[in-house]
């Protein structure tokens, strides 16, 4: 089976083609390389010890995305070719409509127009908003809260339009929780561009010293330390799902939609606290105040994932401190040695 892996270079879009490679898929990867570099290919190459066919190319250029599909004939399509910074889509929302689902609708429709029926995209836990209840299953109700969070939602209301008049297509939408840590070989892990808007990074970037203290964003949530609950999950678990993901649609099951979480959701003192152990001494840190936008707490029932495609997490926080500061050690310019 040959997949396109569109976004392939990227930080999610590495470690599935590691899977996929071990899983004894055939891959192919296109990039356009806005968020990513090349070098991280060649070493999921080495990781894997295989040659990856790669297309520098825009998903939203249906010509250059055309000559691929009819060069490669793919039996499946894995979409990780988004932009997902919040902040930034806050300030060019054009960008982030424009690049997130021109993606998904160029993919469309040349999946329709050459026949690759499998179709797997990367959604996200954003789509449920502010949850009312936890954990979240797959039913909750939708919302958005961000430009970014509202590319997701549009792009799920169009795979389910599109599979309405599609029938014979198999399609899942997979709802990442949030995906940290690395490979344990050191060799791809995520590699932000200029500071880090996300947790994990700004820790493991304060822990060598390339930023003085992590700001921890707010103290008074109603959680069991008054700071912000989230379902961290290992980058490699979250890639074995899509492994799982595109077994489930080799059974022609049609449009399926999982959480990819843990379960568990662990506070931004009890992350601080994993990594103080990994990295061997204590990360500063400020209470600063809220950051805009964000929630209490969110983590996923992953239940659904768990009866269907056979999903369950393997890592446990430990493990993924472990292997993102690993990563960081190794690699403290990320790609950029
Ligand atoms: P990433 O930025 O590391 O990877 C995305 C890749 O897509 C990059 O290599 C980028 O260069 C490429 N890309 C972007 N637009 C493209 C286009 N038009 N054509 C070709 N390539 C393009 O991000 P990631 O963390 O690996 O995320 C992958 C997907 O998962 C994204 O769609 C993201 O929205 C989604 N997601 C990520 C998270 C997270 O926390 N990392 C959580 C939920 C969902
Ligand atoms: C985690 C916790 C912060 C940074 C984001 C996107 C989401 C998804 C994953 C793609 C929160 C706290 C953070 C810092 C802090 N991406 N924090 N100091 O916000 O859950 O999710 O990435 O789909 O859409 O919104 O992840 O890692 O930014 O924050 O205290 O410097 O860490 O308040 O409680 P988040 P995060």
Redesign the pocket.
Known sequence: MKILVAGGAGYIGTHTCVELIQAKYDVVVVDNLSNSKYDAVKRVEKITNTKIKFYQADCCDYKAMEEIFIEEKFDGIIHFAGL?C?PESVKVPLSYYNNNINSTLVLLELARKYNVRNFVFSS???VYGNPKTLPLIEDCPLSAT?P??RT?LFIEYILEDFYNCNKDFNIAILR?F??IGAHPSGLIGEDPNGI?????P?VTQVAINKLPY?????NDYPTKDG????DYIHVCDLARGHVLALNKLSTNCGLVIYNLGTGLGYS?LE?IEAFNKVVGHPIPYKIVE??PG??AA?YADPTKAYKEIGFKAIYNLDDMARDAWNWQKNNPNGYNQ
Not at 196 to 200: A, D, G, H, K, Y
Not at 214 to 218: A, M
Not at 227 to 230: A, D, E, M, P
């Open positions: 997902k919040v996200s836990a954003t961000n970014y969070g997701k990442y949030n995906p880090p808007n996300n947790l994990v700004y992590l700001k921890v964003n707010g700071t912000g609950i989230r931004v992350i809220r950051r964000d929630i969110c």
